[in-house]
Every structure is written in C-alpha cells, then in structure tokens.
C-alpha cells in the first residue's frame, strides 16, 4: 500500500543540504582523478606520494562514496524507498576508502591529527544520512 503522507519540511531541508554536501564529495573526486601532472608536482612531497601511492580499488571505493551519496540524496528528494540502500553502498565505499587512507596509506602521518576531522564528518553524515532515510520511510514518506 502506498503512503500518501507529506513529508515535514525538514525532510526536504535535510535532504537537500544532504546532496549539496555530496556534490561537494563529487567536485572533490573529479578534482582528484582529473588532476594535471603540473598540479600533482605542486604538492609536498608526502602528499603527493599518497596520490601516487593510491590503488586503484581505494579510488574505487572514492568513486562509490561520493557518487552513491549523491544519488541517494537525489533518491531522497525524490521519495524513493532506494534512497536507504544505495545511502548503504556509499557508507561502505566509505569505510573502505577509510580503511586504505588510515590502515594501509597512513595518511594521518601526512596531515596529522587535523587530517582526521574531515574523514570523521564524512563517517558521521554518511551514517545520518542512512539513519535519516530510515525515519523517513518509517514516516511513510518513502515510496
């Protein structure tokens, strides 16, 4: 049976500052598989040992994040029930382009304790975000 409940107007709030947010991971990752030879060199040393350094399937993982947070955002905004799990395939591409950046890359060498606030953000919207579309299909607001 279908729902026909209206969401609340921080559903769309929400869901909208949540593809914003993942638009920007989007620009981030075109940023870093498109980057120029000339920009790579710019880097210091250590960081641009990490570009580098980087196989193919962390990159992978980068890809699944980002572009998996933003469809489902657009999932969200569109009301479907999808929305939770491809928020859950980008929440794993997630913790595995964590794993390699902490537990293999040890990035956190190369930026410090500083480099861990954006990475922990991204843990914590990603998880919201999974959460979130969990309430709004328990809502009825997800079809």
Do not use: C, D
């Amino acid at each position: 049976m279908e729902s026909t409940n209206k969401p609340a107007t921080w559903f769309w709030i929400v869901s909208a500052i949540a593809l914003l947010w993942n638009l920007m991971g989007v620009m981030a990752y075109i940023a870093q598989v498109t980057m120029s030879p000339e920009a790579l060199q710019a880097l210091p040393e250590n960081e641009r040992a990490l570009y580098e350094s980087a196989p193919a399937w962390a990159t992978g993982a980068f890809a699944i994040a980002v572009w998996g947070g933003a469809l489902g955002s657009v999932l969200l905004l569109l009301r479907r029930k999808l929305a939770t799990s491809v928020l859950i395939v980008s929440f794993i591409g997630i913790i595995v382009q964590m794993v390699h950046s902490f537990g293999i890359a040890n990035s956190i060498e190369v930026y410090g304790p500083g480099g861990l606030i954006m990475p922990i953000m991204v843990l914590f919207i990603g998880a919201g975000l999974i959460w979130f579309s969990r309430k709004a299909s328990t809502n009825g607001w997800l079809k």
